[in-house]
């Protein structure tokens, strides 16, 4: 009888789904990897944390939110899709200069820690106030042209105090020295920029008497016509009182365009995780590795589809009607 009743499980499907499901259970303990090429990418974000990047004109789960923490989602959703042995570093931006706050490091087994930092960048980590962005993108690049990183840069483009023409950044030594992408933070319209007090706490936003609307940084430049008040000493830009936009903010994408130009990049509008996400996996980034890779989800994936077939096998094996003739 016990022969029999052996014979009878031998020959039932069910005894061979579950011995193969109880395999490939065991296999997920011994972590199965195999070597394959695929590409990897190693990157360098530096983020622009001055106050123009508190504007709130992105959108998350139907709420308005700064443009600093959309950045912050958009980077967090997109090391998640890193394949694994790529490397992410991270800086910040402010005034004329950008600060590594830790060199590329690998994203599978560092995830958390990257996670962590990017969730704890606050604009009140800025040390000025001024915003040179074409100084800060310069200084970004002298500082990682000769690591193998590639750049990405990403900010609102808006000059504060705006730029003075005669002062612009020279980047003939620094064009081609490094792969990158300039990335273009913010909506096309003028925004309200919040205002904090020292604790951090809003107190309205910044009025057109709360900003500078020109430079007013050496000498004035040649194509501009001295207006009141003008002495060549203590008073090159003329005393006459100017009024302008620059209280509000807006993406300045020409100017960002022009800037990429002028450093051999290419330039991306922040728009979602998504995009940005394939704007960075391209061959451009690329570097084709031989790794590891972890096979385990397809034993994990097995294991269902066996058990699926011992306790559900109606939805595997639909019987057909029969129909008399």
């Known amino acids: 009888m016990r022969l029999q009743h052996l014979s009878k499980n031998l020959k039932d499907y069910r005894f061979y789904c579950l011995s193969l499901a109880l395999l490939a259970m065991l296999a997920l303990f011994i972590k199965p990897s195999v070597?394959?090429?695929?590409?990897?990418?190693?990157?360098?974000?530096?983020?622009?944390?001055?106050?123009?990047?508190?504007?709130?004109?992105?959108?998350?789960?139907?709420?308005?939110?700064?443009?600093?923490?959309?950045?912050?989602?958009?980077?967090?959703?997109?090391?998640?899709?890193?394949?694994?042995?790529?490397?992410?570093?991270?800086?910040?931006?402010?005034?004329?200069?950008?600060?590594l706050l830790f060199e590329p490091i690998e994203v599978c087994s560092s995830y958390a820690e990257i996670d962590?930092?990017?969730?704890?960048?606050?604009?009140?980590?800025?040390?000025?106030?001024?915003s040179r962005i074409s100084k800060g993108l310069a200084s970004a690049i002298t500082q990682l042209k000769d690591r193998d990183s590639h750049l990405v840069f990403l900010t609102d483009?808006?000059?504060?105090p705006p730029l003075n023409p005669r002062y612009k950044t020279d980047f003939?030594?620094?064009?081609d020295q490094q792969k990158g992408l300039l990335v273009g933070v913010g909506g096309l319209q003028n925004v309200a920029i919040p205002k904090y007090n020292n604790?951090?706490?809003?107190?309205?936003?910044?009025?057109?008497?709360?900003?500078?609307?020109?430079?007013?940084?050496?000498?004035?430049?040649?194509?501009s016509v001295p207006a009141?008040?003008?002495?060549?000493?203590n008073a090159p830009f003329g005393g006459a009182i100017v009024t302008g936009d620059q209280h509000l903010t807006r993406l300045y994408e020409p100017y960002l365009q022009?800037?990429?130009?002028?450093?051999?990049?290419?330039?991306?509008?922040?728009?979602?995780?998504?995009?940005l996400n394939r704007a960075l996996q391209t061959?451009?980034?690329?570097?084709?590795?031989?790794?590891?890779?972890?096979?385990?989800p397809y034993f994990a994936i097995l294991a269902l589809i066996l058990l699926a077939l011992v306790y559900f096998p109606y939805l595997v094996f639909k019987r057909k009607p029969h129909y008399k003739k």
């Open 35 to 99: 070597i394959k090429q695929q590409p990897v990418y190693n990157f360098t974000f530096i983020i622009d944390i001055t106050r123009s990047m508190n504007a709130r004109d992105y959108q998350l789960n139907e709420q308005a939110v700064s443009r600093l923490q959309f950045v912050k989602q958009a980077l967090g959703e997109l090391i998640l899709k890193l394949p694994c042995q790529s490397k992410v570093g991270l800086g910040i931006f402010t005034e004329r200069h950008s600060t």
């Open 258 to 275: 022009q800037l990429s130009k002028e450093v051999a990049w290419s330039y991306h509008r922040l728009e979602s995780s998504e995009l």
């Open 157 to 160: 483009g808006q000059e504060a």
């Open 116 to 130: 962590s930092v990017i969730d704890s960048i606050d604009w009140r980590m800025a040390w000025a106030a001024d």
């Open 172 to 175: 003939s030594d620094l064009k």
């Open 228 to 233: 009141g008040n003008f002495n060549a000493r």
């Open 199 to 223: 604790q951090g706490q809003q107190q309205g936003v910044y009025q057109q008497d709360d900003v500078p609307h020109r430079s007013t940084f050496g000498m004035a430049p040649t194509s």
């Open 283 to 296: 061959p451009v980034f690329a570097q084709q590795k031989q790794v590891q890779s972890d096979i385990r």
